[in-house]
């Protein structure tokens, strides 16, 4: 077959244009291989082939010098081939689109999805119009019509229909032979249901010209549908999957209730349902393990979320008993996660006993296993490990506290115990494994998608620290820096990320855990993504987060300091400042036992903590235990104290600096004089707000361009607390949707964000799991309520005591009706707009208090999925919210 490719691409000089295809006359995708097109003018290439492939795969590629210098963005171009045909080819550079988002699975695979067509059939002479078009949805198709007789003349009821190919892709085929002279036509999109088109495209009209070679020919003709920006919107509720009830649960959500809660949004028109991590985070088989942000594997589903009801017993009585047990714990009003997680154990125990063998022998049990062998077989010894050394600390094994997978896999082989336990958690991953991949076609089907979410963190005690150490710092600790919520900061107690050895592989570690999500997920945020910004970087002597400084960063010299007018000393820069005349502000009444028992003076009046409570991890333990009111005074005292310094010494470059986070908030910046102070606060804010500006968005443009490109899954971004100012334009560059929240303001000195300024590409949302919802936080702070129900309300007068379903239904129109792509809001909130329906006391919706170091996470829905799906009135009424703001 003869095939000549056309495209018009303008390059400069030195540039060549290549094509890189599936068949070996275009290098079966070996870019070194790929054929060179010729340049006829100032930007039309040109290249003629023949092949005997039935179908080829290709795109074009820019070579300057032999390297690579630009590609084509998003799936090749596709065509089918006829031996007796000519192709004659006009193709059109695929870019970067400018609503890159539309082609995330999101779309292809549910909102916009359609079924691709059967195979072509070509006429003697045939124009086959591929046209790009990424914006319609389902219920749509895409028409040409045009002036001739053939092309519908005009008429909408005549129109030819196009049919879908890829996604974003329809094509019609045209016989050439009835195409005399040039003929006008123009695409439209038309809406089945309604039967009318509802978009013309822009501009003026095309020409179909007739074809004038002999020879049977096929001209395709790839064209862009020419459609200005979509603002597509849509509503979505969030909601972690322990928090699920169901009359199937068995005290705790499970993936099979997800199948539940894809009916509620379906009758609601909401298309996104939000969830928390669902890893793996069995620790200490306690109540400890709730806390979802501290998996001992980044694959690993955690096993209480598998629906035990679709997994029957054989055994009757015994199954019974289960459900008896079961049926006890789902009527608590909050998860007991120890006994859900002992019962759920047992059961999974008792049906490998049953299926467990003829399941390891299954052909779909064989491939799960063959494709996830590499994390899978570690997470099971991980666990083997830990519960026989009743410890996930792998340091403190007396065997295989290295990962040694030749080792190991002899080891499991010759013990029969750790072959069956290893056997049995690989069994129950894939069991969770095929039951959330249902969840995903079952929402799919019903135009909904997952959202999942992506920790920042690592466990220290988890399989990927023990398999692969080398790719973390397991010598500090992150956490975040002091914001309005959290006055010393927040420490996490992972360790951070050893960037420099993740970059050896192009980031392979990050790939491989995106690929495993978009199994599952069609949209995910990221957790605190100003990680790939900087980290705050803890050590682990601190329990605290003011200790921490930014990773990686550009600390200061003595030099740099003393150069902004700053004196320098650095055992009074860098160390504790006790100083006698403040310790009665800290300590009160205690303050004398304090000096005799923590302290050793230095100098006239000035002391330095004793080595036995120098740090604040020491500190912790001398105090373990203790929660009298004296206790709890000296030991927050001592902390404190060993937080006064100015300067933090860098632990790569010790001879560098960097400033305290909040030390203006220190007694020992307090006693500097007036010069001193001004010297400071010059640099302090040179070193936080504008120092590492282009620094760190070097840093995030390294790693998360190939990290977002390695799935087509749809990216958030949780970009709250301390926000670089490179943050955003990464985000709008890279397409990531921000997260917005009304009382969050990103503007300094703004007490709420203006919903109606919100951009389009964000998700916005009334709360978050570590917030109160509505109701409670509308108890919270009498003055901060009060000026939020004038100035954002626009209602007069004293605010109401309680937050009611009129106020909270306000809120939620006002949303709904943001700017933002997405509004996705907390079950908690949806529900709060009905009185019948809402929990009676506020507070006991809380998911996660962050102030609590070892919160329980064990909020669940006060009714059940089967009365919400019951809800008729109420489904209605949350319907047309949704429909009116345009989220349908």
Known sequence: MKIKLHIDYHTVWGQNIYVCGSCPELGNWDEKKALKMTCISSSEWIVDFETNDTSIEYRYIVKENKVVTAQEWGDPHTLLLDASKTFDVLDSWRGVPSQRYLYTSGF????????????????????LLKVNCPYIKKNQTMILSGSSKGLGEWNIEKAIHLTPANFGEWQVVINATSVKT????????????????????????????PITEKEDTVRVEALDYRHEWMSWKAAGVSIPVFSLRSNDSFGIGEFSDLKKMVDWSTLTGQKIIQ?????????????????????????????????????????????KKYESEAKELNALKEIDYDKVLALKSSYIKDLFKEIGTSTLKSKDYLTFYKQNEEWLFPYACFSYFRDVYKTANFSLWKTQNAFDKKKLTAFIKSNKEAKESVEMLCFTQYLLHIQLKEVKEYAHQHEVVLKGDIPIGISRNSVEAWVEPHLFNLDVQT???????????????FPTYNWDEMAKDGYQWWVKRFRKMADYFDAYRIDHILGFFRIWEIPLSSVQGLLGYFSPAIPMTVEEIQSWGMWFDEYRMTSPYIHEHFLNDVFGEYTQDVIDRYLTPIAWQTFKLKDSCNTQVKIKALFENKTDNKSNVIRNGLYSLCNEVLFIKDKREPWKYHPRITAQYTHSYADLDNNAKLAFNRLYDEFFYRRHSQFWREQAMSKLPSLIASTRMLVCGEDLGMVPESVPSVMNELQILSLEIERMPKVKDMAFNYLGNLPYMSVCTTSTHDMAPIRAWWNENRETTQKYYNQILWK?????QDCNSEICSQIVTNHLNSPSMLAILPLQDWLSIDDKLKRENPEEERINIPAIAQHYWRYRMHLSLEELLDAEEYNAHVKEMVKSSGRE
């Open 108 to 127: 292809s695979e549910s909102f916009f999805h359609h079924d691709n067509a059967s195979k072509l059939k070509y006429y003697k002479k045939t124009i």
């Open 182 to 209: 040039p003929q006008e036509y123009k695409l439209a999109i038309y809406d089945n249901s309604e039967k009318k088109i509802i978009h013309w495209e822009k501009g003026s009209n095309r020409v179909l010209s």
């Open 275 to 319: 969830i928390l991590p669902i890893n793996d985070t069995t620790i200490t088989h306690t109540w400890i393990d709730s806390y979802p942000y501290n998996a001992i594997s980044i694959y690993a589903l955690h096993p209480i979320y598998l629906g035990l009801k679709s997994y029957p017993l054989k055994d009757d009585e015994l199954y």
């Open 479 to 493: 956490g975040a820096p002091p914001d309005d919520f959290s006055f010393f900061g927040q420490n996490w107690g």
């Open 796 to 800: 007069n007068g004293a605010a109401p």
